[in-house]
Every structure is written in structure tokens, then in C-alpha cells.
């Protein structure tokens, strides 16, 4: 590999050309059948991730965002609940909160994998909490044992905001199937990807699987008879059939991220940057590594050597959602959700996708060691 050609976060003309006859051909076929919504490759798709995710129903939406929101619009939640969440996560988990008049209330992460700490959030839990949404961040499960067992003493809901995970797993239990229901984005950049947004919810509870088609289609049944107030939050069928191909190659892809993720941990070890990698916390967990994030002290300054180098990275989260400006009214303040604070300021993703070569991740690699070199930092223990 030429050392001026850039290594990007994520290779999708890489992916796309294994399987582009598969593809082409389910869009056309989608294209000639004239079936743009809701059409039949919607409802298998609907049966294949459920099936997947070990879950018995299946509903496909708009995005992960709609997912979440949806999801709870099922629960009626609404003003004067709460619903104890993550600082450190995409927006969307705490904005489809708030859209609907709830307030979010945040606890904070385990510092290992960045996941909500199950011990933060029983100490949230008022009167007024609803439900919890756990999030499998960059494709690890939360603990999801204890949280259960909060939610169950205290007769809460659980979302699982699973949109980086799909196929991960917390002691066998696929991600999805443990709580009340599972939401999932199919937006491009995660393993399982469409053409645009996309999601679904999948749930075992029969009554919650009808509500959540009610709500995605305008409450709407029979056509044009309104139940309940519901949105537009239904899945494209082209994107359901170009899914339903890359399914059949997601769990290829995840071992090869797996694979990637084990030769950037076992490269930085042998250079003495220890400290740096954050693998899984339990050996009972399936890591599908939607994202490989590192830690450091200097975490701009090895951002910035990185792109000189043509290294593409990414901070996933530059500023955690309770210091974010929509939610003032909230009244948190820096410091009071440390760990999340400091997740923010260190962690960066690495290039990380199924098609990567060792060559492409050897040369992130000296990159990094690089800068240490440079810095006159090699060998010291980075933040953990």
C-alpha cells in the first residue's frame, strides 16, 4: 500500500464489491415489483433479524433514531417520566427522551468498556422512572445480569438502544433479546448496513409487536382509521432487500473484525503500549466491535499526527449529552459524570472494518508509535 493512499474509518466500495450482483439484483427486483414500502422483503427481513437477534418478533422502521423513539412511544412514555439512560452514546438515545416530554436522567459508565455502569443506575431511580435504556456501545453488551435485576425490583422497562451491536452477545443472550424490546440501526457505517437509514425493534411480547406496527404506520388500522397517534416511521423496501443479502455475510464480517481488533491489540502490546486497547470486559460476551476505540493522554495530538499520516480516525463522543447546549434545562454541570467526561477527552476510533488488511492496521499501528516515539512517550502506561 502506497504510503500517500489514505486508510479510511470504514471501506463501503470494499464491501459492496464482494456482493454487488446480490445487491444489484434485490434492488431491481424491489424496483421492478413496484413494492416501495412495507413490501414482502420487509416482512422477511422483519422474520431474519428477529430470528437473528433470538427474539420472536421483528418490526422494521425508519432509523435506529425512530427505533428508540417508537419504541418509546409503546411504552407510553411521556411528561412527568423519566428514563435513566447514558451520558456517553449518540444523541438519539437521549433525545428520543426528551422529544417525548420525558425527562432524561443520566448515569454514568464503567471506565473499561464505556457502557452504563449498573451501580450508577440504581442510585438514578425515583417514583417517576419508567424505563432504562442500556446501550451496547461499539458493539459490547452492557452488564445486562444486574440491570435485569434492577429493572425487575423495580418493575421498569428495558430498551436496549442496540444500534452498534447487533449480533453481540452478554452470556449467550444475543443483543435485543434480553430486555422489554431491542432497537437497531442499519444506518451504512454500522455492521450491518443498508443504503441510507434504517432500523428496526425486535421484542417477544406479541402485544408490544402489534403496537409498535400500529405506531409505525400513523396508528393506523384498518387504512385511514386512526387508534392511537402514531408516525411515519417505516422501512424502505429496497433497503430491506439489500439487507436481507448482507445478513447472510454478517457473522464472516464480525469474526473479521474480531480478527483485526486482536492484531491491533496484540501489535500494541508488542510495542509496550499497554494500557491503550480496550478489549471485552467478561470472556462471556461477543464483541463484533462496531467501532475499536483506544485511550490516550494525548489524544488530539495523536488525532492530528495520524491525519499528517492519512490515517482516518473518529472521537465517538466528543461531548457527553449532559453538557451538550439542548440540555441546559437539565442543570448538569461539569464533573458530575467523571467517567463519561473523561471518555470524551481520550478515546479515539481507529480504522476498523471486515475488508482492512494487516498492512492498512500495521501502518495505523507505527502511526501511533510514531508519535510516541516522537514525544519521547513510548513505553508509559496511557490512560485507562
Given at each position: 500500500m502506497s504510503e500517500q493512499t489514505v486508510i479510511p474509518m470504514l471501506d463501503l466500495k470494499a464491501q459492496y464489491a464482494q456482493i454487488k450482483t446480490e445487491v444489484d439484483d434485490a434492488v431491481a427486483?424491489?424496483?421492478a415489483s413496484t413494492h416501495y414500502i412495507n413490501g414482502p422483503d420487509v416482512e422477511a427481513l422483519e422474520q431474519e433479524v428477529a430470528r437473528y437477534s433470538q427474539t420472536r418478533h421483528g418490526i422494521g422502521v425508519s432509523s435506529g433514531s425512530d427505533a428508540l423513539l417508537v419504541g418509546l412511544m409503546a411504552l407510553d412514555v411521556g411528561p412527568g417520566d423519566e428514563v435513566i439512560t447514558t451520558p456517553y452514546t449518540f444523541f438519539a438515545t437521549a433525545g428520543a427522551i426528551a422529544r417525548l416530554g420525558a425527562k432524561p436522567v443520566f448515569a454514568d459508565i464503567d471506565p473499561i468498556t464505556f457502557n452504563i455502569n449498573p451501580a450508577a443506575i440504581a442510585a438514578q431511580i425515583?417514583?417517576?422512572?419508567?424505563?432504562?435504556?442500556?446501550?451496547?456501545l461499539y458493539g459490547q453488551c452492557a452488564e445486562m445480569g444486574p440491570i435485569l435485576e434492577i429493572a425487575a425490583k423495580h418493575h421498569l422497562a428495558v430498551i436496549e438502544d442496540a444500534a452498534q451491536a447487533i449480533g453481540s452477545e452478554y452470556q449467550g443472550r444475543r443483543a435485543g433479546s434480553m430486555g422489554t424490546m431491542g432497537c437497531f440501526s442499519f444506518f451504512p457505517s454500522k455492521n450491518l448496513g443498508c443504503l441510507g437509514d434504517g432500523g428496526a425493534v425486535v421484542t417477544n411480547d406479541p402485544a408490544l409487536a402489534d403496537k409498535l406496527k400500529l405506531l409505525r404506520g400513523h396508528g393506523s388500522h384498518p387504512k385511514y382509521y386512526h387508534k392511537v397517534v402514531g408516525g411515519n416511521f417505516r422501512l424502505d423496501t429496497i433497503h430491506a432487500a439489500v439487507l436481507r443479502v448482507k445478513l447472510k455475510y454478517l457473522d464472516g464480517w464480525s469474526a473479521a473484525?474480531?480478527?483485526g481488533a486482536a492484531y491491533y491489540t496484540s501489535a500494541f502490546h508488542k510495542h509496550g503500549l499497554t494500557g491503550l486497547a480496550t478489549p471485552p470486559k467478561a470472556v462471556q460476551s461477543r464483541h463484533i466491535y462496531n467501532q475499536y476505540i483506544v485511550r490516550f493522554e494525548d489524544r488530539d495530538g495523536?488525532?492530528?499526527h495520524l491525519k499528517q499520516e492519512k490515517i482516518t480516525t473518529e472521537i465517538y463522543y466528543p461531548l457527553p449529552m449532559h453538557l451538550q447546549e439542548c440540555f441546559a434545562y437539565l442543570g448538569h454541570k461539569a464533573g458530575e459524570f467523571p467517567e463519561s467526561e473523561k471518555a470524551a477527552l481520550?478515546?479515539?476510533a481507529l480504522p476498523m472494518y471486515p475488508e482492512m488488511t494487516?498492512?492498512?492496521?500495521?501502518?495505523?499501528?507505527r502511526g501511533i508509535v510514531g508519535h510516541y516515539e516522537a514525544t519521547g512517550r513510548l513505553g508509559r502506561r496511557l490512560a485507562a
Open positions: 427486483r424491489v424496483v425515583t417514583p417517576r422512572t419508567k424505563a432504562i435504556i442500556p446501550v451496547h473484525r474480531q480478527q495523536v488525532r492530528d481520550t478515546t479515539l494487516n498492512t492498512a492496521r500495521d501502518r495505523v499501528v
